[in-house]
């Protein structure tokens, strides 16, 4: 038995002690996140009739990384709570690991990951796909905001363009090799435009890859590091610029489409917000590029996996132009080049 899953099993049977004869039958890594090592925990316990189970063990990466742990196990907590699909969670260790790294164990969802499936299905069912998709995306923003956060004002239309510049201003003076000055100027002289009607739960990373396709064809969303209550457009935002660069020509359109057909409603001032979006992409990936991805947060081999893709990042910088007219010599240095 390795060390780690000696460690592990000691830990477990200590915490499941009214688990009889409990041992780790299995210890399997899972594809990593950039914030995260993920395994695939099976256990097995009783003495007379045997029960094996599987579980996600999720050990948290980079500065913060306690505070993200207690965060999306609370808020997986919350959103099963209020009805949403998202894996059951069962333990949170941020104080006292064993291993030096917080960590959450979870219920290991049986799935496929509908990145994967959207590529070798045939063209209806990845039509179908994306519209599930869609509708889990509307699902979220349509949920009472006041389940997850009820400090926030209810009648502040601006709070979150207020709120979203002043940590702007402030993630800016981290990094002063950034000069994004032009850029806040640009989303201040666009502030009037930007009145949210009603807050909303959001991921703040949802694509295709963080949503698990089971066999029956429901759906689970995954990697909540990052949840929070706030304007829907900037989640929406976020998933669109994605779309845009990772994904193939036309997903951003016809997700935004299906957005908005499930959402009932039209979507105002949608390209300010893409260029938010790409903003936060820009810097998440000139930080990490530059000075090593646990500075954001993230594990060091996130690092890698950004370098590997680079021409979908010129594409994430190419937008922002387009959004905004604006050049940024930092990002010009990093992403201004096609191959």
Known sequence: ?????????????????????????????LPDGWESDNYLLTVEY?????????????????????????????????????????????LLEAEH???????????????????????????????????????????????????????LPEDAPFFFIDQWLDEARGVLQNFPEVDGSLFLEWVAARHDLLACARPSPVHQDFHPG??????????????????????????????????????????????????KYHAGKPVEQIEAFEAIACARRLLDLTVSLTQGAERMGMSAQATKAMRNN??????VYRLFIERTGLQIQTFDKLFGKSD
């Open 46 to 90: 009783g003495s007379v009739t045997q029960t094996r189970v599987s579980w996600v063990w999720r050990i948290y990466s980079g500065v913060g990384s306690q505070a993200k742990a207690v965060w999306e196990f609370n808020s997986l907590e919350r959103l099963r709570g209020a009805g949403y699909p998202v894996p059951r969670v069962i």
């Open 310 to 315: 680079m021409e979908a990042h010129r594409r």
């Open 1 to 29: 038995m390795s060390g780690q899953k000696h460690i592990l099993e000691h830990y477990i049977k200590e915490k499941f002690s009214d688990l009889e004869s409990l041992s780790i039958a299995g210890l399997e890594k």
């Open 210 to 259: 963080n949503i698990l396709v089971k066999a029956d064809e429901s759906a689970i969303v995954i990697d909540w590091t990052n949840f929070a209550v706030t304007d829907s457009r900037f989640d929406l935002a976020w998933t669109l610029m994605l779309a845009h660069a990772y994904g193939w020509p036309g997903l951003r359109d016809q997700i935004f489409q299906g957005y």
């Open 97 to 151: 690991s064993p291993i030096d790294r917080p960590f959450i164990i979870m219920e290991y969802i049986p799935g496929e990951v509908m990145w994967d499936l959207l590529d070798k299905v045939p063209a209806e069912r990845q039509v179908r796909l994306i519209d599930h998709f869609c509708r889990l995306f509307v699902q979220l923003h349509d949920l009472d905001w006041k389940q997850f956060d009820d400090s």
